[in-house]
């Protein structure tokens, strides 16, 4: 397979070898995509064991001592390569150290259970049954205590970080905790500040309901807005929205549309459409490949925020949202004034659940869930006793408490997943959005107002070469600062949102 | 990955492998119900890269020297194992000498140029455009007479029944010849009597259209009747209807809506859930083992068949359709009065597709690809000869010249898909549904009364444990003549057809 003895040159013999295991991988996204969107109820143990299988495959691939062998002999000839096919190795010494780090059975052990817990996750939330949950999600811990060990001893990291290293390479802990810390400072008087200040506007008129058919179809317009190609991409209704790495040419991703609330399916229309642009423009040539891949969950998730949340909330995108809200949906065009609009996008939230979330509570909803799932990963928190721990640090934030477990610690799959050490990039991420559109806006005036016309084109001008096909040929932290000139910090975001939410003019 | 160390037991190891292969091959079958049901039309060069790693690794797992010395390991203790085991590990010898017999890079291109080729046949076919297709298509015949070669040698048959074993083990030329050259000769003639016999009837009432959404749902109820689980089995549209080998829990299959001709998609739903029902009925026991897989296309197609053809036209389940068709379309009840559906079932062909072929004239559209493709492989029909050699042949068995490509050697999709020896078998399923057919019905006088209520419960328990339930764990020869007592030939088939055709009074 990998590494055939035909193949004379090291480093394509390697290539070869990873890029099988980025294109196993692929097929694992889009069977996990096809369990989310397509597969019958009953389909969940065998899906189970066909990841398990795949999983088994594809870390043998990178993490064998084959791979170890035909790695080292790759490296020893590094300074013949391009710069890029160095980075290109560079990325594949991680994936290996990452693969090698975790006994095989663990891993098919791990995948397996994703399935299984994903699918009492999906009963046991509309049920509020926690105790169905608990027994396998405290499996899983435990499975993901030893991931985390092998891997922080293989990385010389805390056994956090070493997670966060797999979906995050050079966001760890250390880079997390002062920006949260500042964060979890700076937010409650703000969100206070901003709720009196808001409190003298009138209130929003409700979005009449519309049909799962109408809701689609705009859907399908934004995305294109955004400059998705049509031969090129799909959406789908899932009950937690995605968006899959692609394969090229193949960009999915996925919402969820409610007949009573519009807002919803739009928000995470533009969220993972967002998502999808950076798959989409990777760069084709190095397909497949871990140097071709996103370079981290921190930066997709900038991608997606800018255009749900930076872009998709400034006044410039709504005011060609309102109108195509109203064409989309017809009826009284009153509600879709762009006033109405501005005064409901604007709004701060008063709800329980993370996606739903405005632009300044967001970061607090994933701080929330950073500070449990850590003590949870160490043990200081007993599962039984996590969803009393949510509510207690949710009213300790927002000061409302959860109603369900719907709205507290059901809400989100990712636990379910298997996925510990990944919603910190959701508040990197929104660090990271706002810093790059300051400087596009600053570097290229044309943006803003093209948003007036629902046009992404001089956006994602700037933002395409700067990230996108950037890919993992540069690090995080040289990623940014070429990008932006300064290392990620907070302040770029706080100086947007106090802009936007103090001193922009209410809607009228 | 398979064969770990950590495994001791030699059966049990080599279970492991070669279970591993039947998941990547559950995961490939998924992949290509999407490619053919979703998959945005840019997908294709990057769903041909998946599916090449995937062949890449899983020939390697079953037909790599790690592989043979496993095999070898675990057939030394066959004696100390229970018969379905030893049968299980039969069959992972025969999967094994498939797999090494064939060059891995050769593999691999051939499933790459699959994904092409069938991307190209999309376009091709509606655009009557041979030229296209043609080159391509020389590629993959050159790439499958050297799979052919390779596995002739390793089989000790010729290169055509080397490529009809890893469909239909125990189905090759010797078995086929003597088949068809009888149906050759008796079916002619038989057409002629029944078009003659079928003068006098009179014209049928054509159904008007229908919407997709009345015509699916009808799928969907007609599934329920043969038997599937709601939660357990799933039906889309496709351009060419088929269904995949079903993991547990999960059974696929596509059928075409066309709202001019609802009659075309309750016969391939018929058809398609005939073959489900087969893989839902498998052992679960033996999931992803080779001994747990369907036995070959012709037990496989004689399942469709039975249900589409053998029960789907009798008078019983005609019964039981035409007032169902009645409720699911509504509007003027005359089209569905039981006459007229009968007419419509019965009457003669006179087109020129064969999966809109009747009953009769079926095994004649097959005998003449059987013939075509054999003169491709052996390089007697040259490629650009095809579209010719196809009409001539056409002609001289039906009377009629097909207007184009995509009534002609562009309709089907197997010759895109790589797949050369796989066309007999479906007149071969012909033959073996009515021998099954004829002996389910003598053993159980319930069988035929409780179609008439869409009830084919006491079909199927005749012929669940007889066939589905023995999977690969006997072989063709044996698990047809325990079922029937005899071996197969086209006995049941002709006695079956003249009883129809000929003996049953006219639509009334």
Same mark, same amino acid.
């Given at each position: 397979?990998?590494?055939?003895?035909?193949q004379p040159d090291p480093f394509a013999r390697v290539v070869h070898r990873f890029a099988t295991a980025g294109?196993?991988?692929a097929a694992q996204m889009m069977l996990n995509w096809d369990a989310q969107t397509n597969m019958p109820r009953n389909g969940a143990w065998a899906r189970g064991e066909q990841m *398990? &299988?795949?999983t088994e495959v594809s870390a043998e691939?990178?993490?064998?001592? *084959? &791979?170890a062998d035909e790695l080292a002999e790759a490296e020893e000839l590094a300074p013949l390569l391009e710069p890029d096919e160095r980075a290109d190795l560079r990325?594949?010494?991680?994936?290996?150290v990452h693969a090698a780090a975790v006994p095989k059975d663990l891993q098919a052990q791990k995948s397996r259970l994703e399935q299984t817990l994903q699918s009492i996750w999906t009963t046991a939330k509309p049920a509020n049954d926690f105790k169905s949950f608990a027994r396998p999600f405290e499996q899983m811990l435990s499975l993901i205590r030893e991931v985390a060990a092998a891997k922080a001893q293989a990385l010389q990291t805390s056994p956090y970080s070493a997670l966060m290293d797999e979906f995050d390479p050079g966001v760890g802990e250390?880079?997390?905790d002062p920006v949260f810390d500042e964060l979890a400072v700076f937010l409650p008087p703000l969100i206070q500040q901003v709720r009196e200040h808001q409190a003298t506007w009138p209130r929003p008129a409700p979005f009449p309901g519309a049909s799962i058919e109408a809701q689609a179809a705009l859907a399908h317009r934004l995305a294109l807005a955004i400059g998705h190609d049509p031969d090129a991409f799909r959406i789908d209704a899932a009950p937690h929205p995605f968006s899959i790495p692609h394969s090229p040419g193949d960009v999915r991703f996925t919402t969820r549309y409610d007949v009573d609330d519009i807002q919803f399916s739009i928000m995470a229309t533009l969220?993972?459409?967002?998502?999808?642009m950076y798959e989409a423009n990777l760069p084709r040539e190095f397909a497949f490949r871990p140097g071709g891949m996103a370079r981290g969950m921190t930066v997709h998730e900038s991608q997606s925020l800018s255009v749900e949340m930076v872009a998709g909330r400034s006044r410039e995108f709504l005011a060609f949202l309102a109108p195509t809200m109203a064409h989309a949906f017809g009826g009284d065009p009153a509600p879709y004034a762009i006033a109405n609009v501005l005064n409901t996008w604007r709004r701060l939230d008063d709800g329980f659940i993370r996606v739903n979330a405005d632009e300044i509570s967001y970061p607090l909803h994933v701080i929330l869930r950073y500070r449990l799932e850590r003590a949870l990963l160490s043990g200081d928190l007993a599962v039984g006793d996590l969803p009393t721990a949510w509510d207690d640090a949710f009213e300790a934030m927002f000061g409302r408490r959860p109603p369900d477990l719907a709205h507290g610690c059901l809400q989100d799959i990712h636990w379910a997943a298997g996925m510990v050490g990944y919603f910190p990039n959701y508040?990197?991420?929104?660090?990271?959005?706002?810093?790059?559109f300051e400087c596009a806006t600053a570097d290229d005036h044309a943006i803003l107002p093209s948003l007036e016309q629902g046009d992404f084109r001089p956006y994602f001008a700037w933002v395409t070469p700067r990230v996108h096909a950037r890919a993992s040929l540069v690090d995080f932290k040289a990623l940014v600062e070429d990008a932006t000139g300064a290392p990620l910090t907070p302040e770029a975001y706080k100086r947007h949102v106090k802009r936007r939410y103090l001193e922009e003019p209410p809607p009228e």
């Amino acid at each position: 397979m990998a590494g055939s003895p035909s193949q004379p040159d090291p480093f394509a013999r390697v290539v070869h070898r990873f890029a099988t295991a980025g294109k196993i991988s692929a097929a694992q996204m889009m069977l996990n995509w096809d369990a989310q969107t397509n597969m019958p109820r009953n389909g969940a143990w065998a899906r189970g064991e066909q990841m *398990a &299988a795949l999983t088994e495959v594809s870390a043998e691939l990178i993490g064998s001592t *084959a &791979a170890a062998d035909e790695l080292a002999e790759a490296e020893e000839l590094a300074p013949l390569l391009e710069p890029d096919e160095r980075a290109d190795l560079r990325e594949m010494r991680r994936a290996f150290v990452h693969a090698a780090a975790v006994p095989k059975d663990l891993q098919a052990q791990k995948s397996r259970l994703e399935q299984t817990l994903q699918s009492i996750w999906t009963t046991a939330k509309p049920a509020n049954d926690f105790k169905s949950f608990a027994r396998p999600f405290e499996q899983m811990l435990s499975l993901i205590r030893e991931v985390a060990a092998a891997k922080a001893q293989a990385l010389q990291t805390s056994p956090y970080s070493a997670l966060m290293d797999e979906f995050d390479p050079g966001v760890g802990e250390a880079e997390v905790d002062p920006v949260f810390d500042e964060l979890a400072v700076f937010l409650p008087p703000l969100i206070q500040q901003v709720r009196e200040h808001q409190a003298t506007w009138p209130r929003p008129a409700p979005f009449p309901g519309a049909s799962i058919e109408a809701q689609a179809a705009l859907a399908h317009r934004l995305a294109l807005a955004i400059g998705h190609d049509p031969d090129a991409f799909r959406i789908d209704a899932a009950p937690h929205p995605f968006s899959i790495p692609h394969s090229p040419g193949d960009v999915r991703f996925t919402t969820r549309y409610d007949v009573d609330d519009i807002q919803f399916s739009i928000m995470a229309t533009l969220h993972e459409a967002g998502h999808a642009m950076y798959e989409a423009n990777l760069p084709r040539e190095f397909a497949f490949r871990p140097g071709g891949m996103a370079r981290g969950m921190t930066v997709h998730e900038s991608q997606s925020l800018s255009v749900e949340m930076v872009a998709g909330r400034s006044r410039e995108f709504l005011a060609f949202l309102a109108p195509t809200m109203a064409h989309a949906f017809g009826g009284d065009p009153a509600p879709y004034a762009i006033a109405n609009v501005l005064n409901t996008w604007r709004r701060l939230d008063d709800g329980f659940i993370r996606v739903n979330a405005d632009e300044i509570s967001y970061p607090l909803h994933v701080i929330l869930r950073y500070r449990l799932e850590r003590a949870l990963l160490s043990g200081d928190l007993a599962v039984g006793d996590l969803p009393t721990a949510w509510d207690d640090a949710f009213e300790a934030m927002f000061g409302r408490r959860p109603p369900d477990l719907a709205h507290g610690c059901l809400q989100d799959i990712h636990w379910a997943a298997g996925m510990v050490g990944y919603f910190p990039n959701y508040a990197m991420g929104s660090m990271l959005a706002a810093q790059l559109f300051e400087c596009a806006t600053a570097d290229d005036h044309a943006i803003l107002p093209s948003l007036e016309q629902g046009d992404f084109r001089p956006y994602f001008a700037w933002v395409t070469p700067r990230v996108h096909a950037r890919a993992s040929l540069v690090d995080f932290k040289a990623l940014v600062e070429d990008a932006t000139g300064a290392p990620l910090t907070p302040e770029a975001y706080k100086r947007h949102v106090k802009r936007r939410y103090l001193e922009e003019p209410p809607p009228e």
